[in-house]
């Protein structure tokens, strides 16, 4: 059989490990009460997403961080309000190679689109939004998400050629999100205790009724105003249109990267450049959607942007192309911005700006330029790299905090105060405006060292020793660094005589080979690999993709089945798995042994 890269786990599986997890370790999915954020801790960090109000102005990137429901939970869990789901398109069995990720230093990957099929991904956007209703409302998170958590958006995110997306399949998919009830009603069965009095919940079908094209390289100019006029004309959505860094062209964006920030390894290829959208027809083809979105009574954004293509010139990840994202794109993203608010006077809803075209933003954001990005009207703020680092989806509630902290230091309530504060600081400072003088410090060596190959290089932590399949240096990075949850940890009982006080485990199903986990293991190995593959679906265990042990439901208790050459494992795991602080996924959603 032909094994998936991912297989979904049910809603019944999500909402009773949820149930679990909170009365057992008092987390959901791994992330704990002190990392979920309440957005009434601070100033108000509302934004205004194209006419629709979030509670914040973050969320995670169309990418690994927003393909799995419980991707999806826990970016919310951590203060994401603005949810770009990962892009789909017609092509739903991919092969994408693997590891896919390199985090070591800036970032790079291969992976582009989504790896469920169609079906499926609309599931998963379904039940996520059935479970963050869910928990808004539960009692048992009020304490740590306050009486209100605030209203939150999916954007849909679809790509790459008008064929594709005219497809039965993809406008099927965009219609079942446009109006989710058929789906929602599906689902509703399926709701366990003790949440059963959410069966009879009014859950709102309209999940999402925004798009953020993803025009990836290469996309013709004419190909995404025809894209953009479909969605907006046969679907009825406002449409953003995310755009590449390319459109600097090959001089500007070599000089940056190998003039300005020192990258020069990096190996750029003209052709990549010549193929792609070009800066003059980009200031035409906005205008035109611009005055068609008009016509039309909706509304037109742009994105800042995608990963920048460049030549694979490390032997980590197989194909011969990779995508650049972190510190560098962050420099090449906010120069385009410039270069666009120059050649658009008053367009764009940036800086000072009360434009009609609203900027989102994704290009290495972290906690410590959040504050910046946020302050120049950019909405929303979506993160990748940074939530593949150690720490993961915990890394948002300090990236708001910082934010909040900031704003109160300068007294502004609000995010429009905030960005007067800002317009105000950048022109005491000789800066023509905001946008200006941000790219000012990105492009001065005096104030960009955080972004270039010297403030990058610093290589993860190692330690000299194999990794076992027990014991480890319980440093925690492959949970945090998963952006498909697919660890979990549990303490060794103290009549167990192995190794570690903590012991690693890899849910099999939600494990896609990205690589991460191996790239930030302190030790020689992969976790993936090496620490115990748990498996709930029989069909995937049988197959045999990778050894590893079948968990089950054997009378009241935690059953284990093992691969061949794995049985003197079982009693171990056993024990384990039925401690009190088990196996974090109920038994009742078990196969029967």
Same mark, same amino acid.
């Given at each position: 059989?032909?094994?998936?890269?991912?297989? !979904?786990?049910?809603?019944?599986?999500?909402?009773?490990?949820?149930?679990?997890?909170?009365?057992?370790?008092?987390?959901?999915?791994?992330?704990?009460?002190?990392?979920?954020?309440?957005?009434?801790?601070?100033?108000?960090?509302?934004?205004?997403?194209?006419?629709?109000?979030?509670?914040?102005?973050?969320?995670?990137?169309?990418? !690994?961080?927003?393909?799995?429901?419980?991707?999806?939970?826990?970016?919310?869990?951590?203060?994401?309000?603005?949810?770009?789901?990962?892009?789909?398109?017609?092509?739903?069995?991919?092969?994408?190679?693997?590891?896919?990720?390199?985090?070591?230093?800036?970032?790079?990957?291969?992976?582009?689109?989504?790896?469920?099929?169609?079906?499926?991904?609309?599931?998963?956007?379904?039940?996520?939004?059935?479970?963050?209703?869910? @928990?808004?409302?539960?009692?048992?998170?009020?304490?740590?998400?306050?009486?209100?958590?605030?209203?939150?958006?999916?954007?849909?995110?679809?790509?790459? /050629?008008?064929?594709?997306?005219?497809?039965?399949?993809?406008?099927?998919?965009?219609?079942? @999100?446009?109006?989710?009830?058929?789906?929602?009603?599906?689902?509703?069965?399926?709701?366990?205790?003790?949440?059963?009095?959410?069966?009879?919940?009014?859950?709102?079908?309209?999940?999402?009724?925004?798009?953020?094209?993803?025009?990836?390289?290469?996309?013709?100019?004419?190909? %995404?105003?025809? %894209?953009?006029?479909?969605?907006?004309?046969?679907?009825?959505?406002?449409?953003?249109?995310?755009?590449?860094?390319?459109? @600097?062209?090959?001089?500007?964006?070599?000089?940056?990267?190998?003039?300005?920030?020192?990258?020069?390894?990096? &190996?750029?290829?003209?052709? /990549?450049?010549?193929?792609?959208?070009?800066?003059?027809?980009?200031?035409?083809? %906005?205008?035109?959607?611009?005055?068609?979105?008009?016509?039309?009574?909706?509304?037109?954004? %742009?994105?800042?942007?995608?990963?920048?293509?460049?030549?694979?010139?490390? /032997?980590?990840?197989?194909?011969?192309?990779?995508?650049?994202?972190?510190?560098?794109?962050?420099?090449?993203?906010?120069?385009?911005?410039?270069? @666009?608010?120059?050649?658009?006077?008053?367009?764009?809803?940036?800086?000072?700006?009360?434009?009609?075209?609203?900027?989102?933003?994704?290009?290495?954001?972290?906690?410590?330029?959040?504050?910046?990005?946020?302050?120049?009207?950019?909405? !929303?703020?979506?993160?990748?790299?940074?939530?593949?680092?150690?720490?993961?989806?915990? &890394?948002?509630?300090?990236?708001?905090?910082?934010?909040?902290?900031?704003?109160?230091?300068?007294?502004?309530?609000?995010?429009?105060?905030?960005?007067?504060?800002?317009?105000?600081?950048?022109?005491?400072?000789?800066?023509?405006?905001?946008?200006?003088?941000?790219?000012?410090?990105?492009?001065?060596?005096?104030?960009?060292?955080?972004?270039?190959?010297?403030?990058?290089?610093?290589?993860?932590?190692?330690?000299?020793?194999?990794?076992?399949?027990?014991?480890?240096?319980?440093?925690?990075?492959?949970?945090?660094?998963?952006?498909?949850?697919?660890?979990?940890?549990?303490? *060794?009982?103290?009549?167990?005589?192995?190794?570690?006080?903590?012991?690693?485990?890899?849910?099999?199903?939600?494990?896609?080979?990205?690589?991460?986990?191996?790239?930030?293991?302190?030790?020689?190995?992969?976790?993936?690999?090496?620490?115990?593959?748990?498996? *709930?679906?029989?069909?995937?265990?049988?197959?045999?993709?990778?050894?590893?042990?079948?968990?089950?439901?054997?009378?009241?208790?935690?059953?284990?089945?093992?691969?061949?050459?794995?049985?003197?494992?079982?009693?171990?795991?056993?024990?384990?798995?039925?401690?009190?602080?088990?196996? !974090?996924?109920?038994?009742?959603?078990?196969?029967?042994?």
């Amino acid at each position: 059989m032909t094994i998936p890269p991912l297989t !979904p786990m049910p809603l019944s599986t999500l909402l009773g490990r949820i149930a679990d997890e909170w009365t057992s370790r008092s987390r959901i999915f791994d992330i704990p009460t002190a990392r979920i954020y309440d957005v009434s801790s601070g100033p108000d960090l509302s934004v205004d997403f194209m006419g629709r109000t979030a509670a914040t102005p973050i969320g995670p990137a169309a990418g !690994p961080h927003s393909q799995l429901a419980e991707n999806i939970v826990l970016a919310w869990l951590g203060g994401s309000r603005i949810i770009e789901l990962k892009t789909v398109q017609i092509l739903d069995e991919l092969e994408i190679g693997r590891p896919c990720i390199d985090m070591e230093t800036i970032g790079f990957n291969i992976e582009w689109s989504q790896e469920l099929r169609i079906s499926e991904s609309l599931e998963e956007y379904v039940k996520a939004w059935m479970i963050l209703d869910i @928990l808004s409302g539960w009692d048992e998170l009020k304490p740590h998400l306050g009486d209100d958590p605030g209203p939150h958006i999916f954007d849909l995110s679809v790509g790459y /050629d008008l064929a594709g997306i005219r497809s039965d399949k993809v406008s099927e998919f965009i219609d079942g @999100l446009i109006d989710a009830s058929a789906s929602i009603e599906r689902l509703r069965p399926e709701i366990p205790e003790p949440f059963a009095a959410w069966r009879e919940h009014d859950f709102d079908p309209h999940i999402a009724d925004t798009v953020t094209l993803s025009t990836f390289h290469g996309c013709p100019p004419d190909e %995404i105003e025809s %894209i953009t006029k479909h969605l907006m004309t046969r679907h009825g959505l406002d449409v953003v249109v995310k755009l590449n860094p390319t459109l @600097l062209g090959f001089e500007r964006v070599h000089g940056i990267l190998k003039g300005t920030l020192g990258y020069d390894e990096l &190996r750029l290829r003209r052709s /990549d450049f010549d193929a792609d959208l070009q800066f003059e027809r980009g200031i035409e083809l %906005i205008g035109e959607l611009r005055r068609f979105a008009a016509e039309q009574g909706r509304r037109f954004g %742009i994105k800042l942007t995608n990963t920048m293509v460049v030549e694979n010139h490390r /032997d980590f990840m197989p194909e011969d192309t990779m995508y650049m994202s972190g510190a560098p794109l962050h420099v090449l993203s906010m120069t385009l911005l410039d270069e @666009l608010d120059r050649a658009l006077p008053g367009v764009l809803a940036v800086g000072e700006n009360a434009g009609e075209i609203q900027v989102s933003f994704s290009a290495g954001i972290s906690k410590d330029n959040l504050g910046e990005a946020v302050g120049l009207g950019l909405a !929303p703020v979506t993160i990748c790299s940074d939530l593949l680092k150690p720490g993961g989806y915990g &890394r948002l509630k300090p990236m708001l905090t910082t934010l909040g902290r900031a704003m109160e230091e300068a007294g502004a309530g609000d995010i429009a105060a905030w960005r007067a504060v800002r317009a105000a600081e950048a022109h005491a400072a000789g800066a023509t405006g905001p946008v200006a003088a941000h790219v000012a410090s990105l492009h001065d060596p005096d104030t960009n060292g955080a972004y270039t190959r010297d403030g990058t290089s610093k290589l993860p932590r190692a330690v000299d020793h194999e990794l076992d399949m027990w014991g480890c240096v319980a440093c925690n990075f492959c949970v945090t660094v998963c952006p498909n949850d697919a660890f979990f940890r549990l303490p *060794t009982p103290e009549a167990m005589a192995i190794e570690g006080r903590q012991q690693y485990f890899v849910l099999a199903e939600l494990c896609n080979e990205c690589g991460n986990c191996l790239t930030f293991c302190p030790e020689i190995g992969d976790p993936a690999e090496v620490k115990p593959r748990i498996y *709930t679906d029989r069909s995937r265990f049988e197959a045999g993709d990778r050894p590893g042990f079948l968990v089950t439901a054997d009378g009241g208790r935690v059953g284990v089945l093992a691969a061949p050459d794995l049985g003197a494992e079982v009693a171990r795991l056993t024990s384990i798995f039925n401690e009190a602080e088990g196996l !974090p996924l109920r038994l009742s959603t078990l196969i029967e042994s």
